[in-house]
């Protein structure tokens, strides 16, 4: 398959595509949008989605869907769990056809080379929902959600332990754009990407963030919130034994919390993008505790996510 590197401006497929200044208006209109919804009924009137899903979904599927129509426009999901895109038709020709139908492309795939063939011949906004590379979606709705709790981007502290998978990349840039401050603490041979980190110092060298990258969970200490995802990711079945070994020593428990909160004035925040495998990568009584805003996250998806598809689809309110 051709590799495509280039995207439109109007895309979103790694963050890149809106900066800090496009992340701080994604998350003033979430706001309104959160706030007022009745205000924005008609935002996306006569305007149509197609959401394309390799990967199955709750969160996702039901934010999309819910979102366009709350702003009063028409998703369509189509599934392609069976049927991967580019095995039917060329990508080429899917995105050609698509572009006479429907205003907006969601995409949910394996691999990030998919999205990018897409937004390269596709004329219409294409939107990353997940895939092997970023998560960018899930990272605004994870940083929106910060700023409903602590309230400043650029003090921000938040620690991410775990995989240095595809959520950990979108996480690194988002906080690298904002400014705020990231460790990131992964087990050897886990840590995020190279060519994420090159671009995230590029963006923090403006924004003045801090990006650390360890193999030591003490590193926690002293941080706003904490953050893991599964340590098994679809497709990776074939690893569990060997991640599940791995990462020993890196469960999110009550001692790694309080770890975090140490010299805060009140408890670090859990966070998860979810689905969580509880009591492997966070127990049971971290992510049932008070502190964890799991589902605010989840609810979170949606009003950011609304807000990105007025954005890209030319009728900010």
Not at 170 to 199: K, W
Not at 274 to 293: G, H, Q
């Amino acid at each position: 398959m051709t590799m495509i590197a280039a995207t439109k401006a109007a895309d979103l497929l790694t963050l890149d595509e809106l900066g800090g200044e496009g992340v701080r208006q994604i998350f003033e209109t979430a706001a309104a949008m959160k706030a007022t919804p009745g205000e924005f009924r008609g935002v996306l009137s006569g305007k149509s989605v197609i959401m394309l899903f390799e990967k199955p979904s709750l969160r996702t599927r039901v934010s999309f869907e819910v979102g366009v129509a709350r702003l009063g426009g028409h998703a369509m999901f189509y599934d392609h769990g069976s049927v991967k895109i580019g095995e039917r038709e060329s990508v080429k020709d899917y995105a050609k056809n698509l572009e006479r139908w429907v205003d907006c492309i969601v995409a949910r795939v394996f691999k990030h080379n998919i999205l990018e063939e897409l937004a390269f011949y596709s004329s219409k906004p294409v939107v990353n929902a997940l895939s092997d590379m970023h998560h960018p979606c899930q990272a605004l709705a994870d940083f929106f959600t910060l700023r409903e709790r602590v309230g400043s981007d650029e003090s921000l502290k938040l620690a991410y332990v775990g995989d240095g998978n595809n959520v950990a990349h979108s996480l690194i840039l988002a906080g690298a754009m904002l400014g705020s401050h990231l460790t990131i603490v992964t087990p050897p041979g886990f840590e995020p990407q190279f060519d994420v980190l090159r671009r995230a110092m590029a963006h923090a060298q403006k924004s003045g963030a801090k990006i650390t990258v360890t193999n030591d969970v003490e590193a926690v200490e002293g941080h706003d919130a904490v953050y893991t995802d599964v340590w098994v990711s679809m497709g990776q079945a074939s690893q569990q034994a060997f991640r599940l070994a791995a990462f020993q020593g890196y469960q999110v428990d009550a001692e790694l919390m309080a770890l975090a909160s140490k010299g805060r004035p009140m408890p670090a925040f859990f966070m998860h993008c979810l689905p969580a495998n509880r009591n492997i990568e966070v127990t049971d009584e971290v992510i049932d505790s008070a502190s964890s805003v799991v589902y605010d996250q989840a609810e979170n998806r949606m009003h950011v996510q609304m807000a990105l598809l007025a954005k890209l689809m030319g009728q900010r309110a």
